[in-house]
């Protein structure tokens, strides 16, 4: 601008003010980047490193720690509980939560408004530290008074608390959805007789298949992170998923076995990846609200 | 707006088409709520099934929270057979115990340093330098902050422990060179690095979208004006995302809060040097068996989270009003 008048000197200090800026905004990136960027390198290196160590380095090439992986008894067993545990407890949270949310949005129940709040304060407030005592007692409770396949060691009930957890979350998200649906469509569905079960299933659900994909992952990758809840309800390693088995590798053998744990840890990261990124290419990545907690 | 006549612009289908299918009550007050065919009654029987799993798993423990840190329980011996009645005894004794104290201080320092400084002054530096940034930088930037966010707990845990090992880990070289060498004598350190490392997306991309919606012309304006960059974010962008802010601010102090994966780094230890509050009701309660005990530090530990939930709900709803 002409207004501005600005002597030789000064606007030289200025370009010297600004390029110093550029210089330490790069270098305080690159710094940052290689913060994130360290472990993740070890991630992808050292599964493929024939003597891995705790360094990142350029890994001497093989395959054979995924060989050692497995003939792993207990890492195998470990992924397919943690499949069995996300795919439960992902079915108990996608149809609790269309059911839910369907009915407090179509129909007006007293206090609707209220319940729905409290369910968020619920949901953020008794995470799994402040209930693990009662938690851990109320499954052996119902263990040994109801039946032992309920009880401690039972997959099944870590489901059950796990859905538990995450469906307050998922209703509120799925309602929103649901919401936005106009209910014109549910009417001519009605007026061809069918049921709201069946409306529900055939006419709104397609409506808000972008909803159930987005709590469907939310929850798998909520499971499968999870470490506290299968930690202090399973005891038996046959039945302990893949977050519960890392620990036991690292901390019970005396000097942990680099080749076993730097495959598991890549193996066990790849499905949560490869949903993350199906999700940000077909959706964006738009989560609210905690995917972790 | 009025809402007389619900759905005017859907198909002509109005109440007689299907007053008979509709089971009872008065159809006319039912066609202005109930356009779906879901009576009261079937709705209640939708929300059952997850208000069961909530109610016994999410609500019924938090309830049984406050009469087990009421009683001297302990997982074996007497006391697990016919525990006392020992009132607010637990209370008292956790408020005189050095032990929670210091776990409590562990816990502030972690939640202050990791979260409410850590992932939120990282996450909005991060969204604030890259808000004008395109192409590969930002691209590479997101990915690995995402990336970090969204790898399974154990496995961040472990890579943590790679790369804090004492010969050989890489940051831990870097830490511990002569005259650094403050990861020994911290060892809370290691938790909170591990916990701005997987943390700090959600700040990020919270500050992102938040700064995406600051009208570009006012932070032009203070810029012509001849503000530093200091003096427009403090004038001009903080006043306008103050809710953000907050919001962030106490979500992420929430949760970590509540984080129990510190535990899979360290296991409290060494000693109790990253014993944190949750690490310790594990260790009293879970491990020593003494039940009622814990579950008496529980209690407070839920107090402080309703607190802080009621806060957040409240500046939800001061935001949205309806």
Not at chain 1, 2 to 9: F, M, S
Not at chain 2, 277 to 303: C, F, M, N, P, R
Request: hydrophobic fraction near 50%; charged fraction near 15%; proline fraction near 6%.
């Amino acid at each position: 601008m002409t207004t501005k008048p600005a002597a030789g000197h000064d606007e030289a200090r200025q370009v010297a003010r600004k390029v110093a800026a550029r210089i330490g905004f790069y270098v305080a990136s690159c710094l940052i980047a290689v913060f994130f960027a360290l472990p993740l390198l070890w991630l992808i290196s050292a599964p493929f490193d024939s003597s891995p160590g705790f360094a990142v380095g350029f890994p001497e090439f093989t395959l054979s720690n995924f060989a050692t992986l497995a003939n792993n008894r207990y890492a195998m067993s470990s992924l397919v509980n943690s499949i069995l545990l996300a795919a439960g407890t992902t079915v108990f949270v996608v149809v609790g939560a269309a059911l839910a949310s369907y009915a407090l949005s179509r129909v007006r129940i007293p206090g609707r408004d209220a319940l729905l709040y409290i369910l968020l304060l619920l949901s953020s407030v008794v995470t799994g530290t402040a209930a693990m005592v009662p938690l851990y007692l109320l499954i052996s409770e119902i263990g040994a008074g109801v039946h032992p396949s309920l009880g401690i060691d039972s997959r099944f009930a870590v489901m059950l608390v796990m859905a538990g957890g995450l469906l307050p979350a998922a209703i509120f998200m799925l309602k929103d959805f649901i919401d936005t649906i106009p209910k014109s469509y549910e009417e001519s569905a009605r007026v061809f007789g069918a049921s709201p079960l069946r409306t529900l299933k055939d006419v709104v659900a397609p409506l808000i298949a972008p909803g159930l994909a987005t709590i469907t992952v939310w929850s798998v990758v909520n499971v499968w992170g999870n470490f506290l809840v299968p930690f202090i309800l399973l005891r038996d390693p046959e039945k302990q998923p893949g977050a519960v088995l890392m620990q036991t590798m690292y901390t019970e053998a005396g000097q942990p076995n680099l080749a076993l744990l730097g495959a598991f840890s890549l193996v066990y990261s790849l499905p949560v990846v490869v949903l993350y990124l199906f999700v940000a290419r077909r959706y964006g990545f738009r989560f609210h609200g905690g995917i972790k907690s | 707006m009025q809402t007389k006549s619900p759905e005017a612009d859907g198909p002509a289908v109005e109440a007689p088409s299907h007053a008979g299918v509709s089971a009872v009550g008065t159809p006319k007050a039912k066609a202005d709520t109930d356009v779906v065919g879901l009576g009261r009654l079937r709705a209640i029987g939708f929300v059952a099934p997850a208000l069961l799993l909530i109610g016994v798993f999410l609500l019924f423990p938090a309830l049984w929270t406050l009469y087990i840190g009421a009683t001297n329980y302990e997982r074996s011996g007497e006391n697990h057979v016919s525990p006392d009645f020992v009132g607010i005894d637990n209370v008292t004794k956790v408020l005189g115990d050095p032990a929670f104290y210091h776990s409590l201080w562990l816990t502030l320092l972690f939640v202050g340093l990791s979260a409410v400084l850590g992932q939120n002054g990282l996450g909005f530096a991060l969204a604030w330098s890259l808000r004008n940034v395109s192409g590969w930088l930002r691209r590479t930037v997101e990915t690995l902050v995402l990336l970090a966010w969204i790898l399974p707990s154990s496995v961040v845990a472990f890579l943590w422990i790679a790369m804090l090992d004492r010969d050989g880990g890489t940051v831990n070289a870097v830490l511990n060179t002569p005259g650094l060498a403050w990861l020994v004598e911290y060892p809370l350190a290691s938790i909170v690095i591990f916990n701005i490392w997987r943390g700090t997306a959600f700040s990020m991309m919270l500050y992102g979208a938040a700064l995406s919606a600051v009208p570009p012309s006012h932070v032009e304006t203070a810029r012509l004006a001849g503000a530093s960059n200091a003096q427009t974010l403090r004038d001009v962008v903080f006043p306008h995302i103050r809710g953000h802010i907050l919001t962030n601010t106490l979500l992420i102090t929430l949760w970590t809060f509540n984080d129990f994966t510190p535990f899979l780094l360290t296991a409290g230890g060494p000693g109790d040097d990253t014993e944190i509050a949750a690490v310790y009701v594990y260790k009293t309660g879970l491990l020593d068996g003494q039940l009622g005990y814990s579950g008496a530090i529980s209690l407070l530990i839920l107090l402080a989270n309703v607190v802080l939930a009621l806060v957040y709900l409240r500046m939800l709803r001061r935001r949205n009003p309806k």
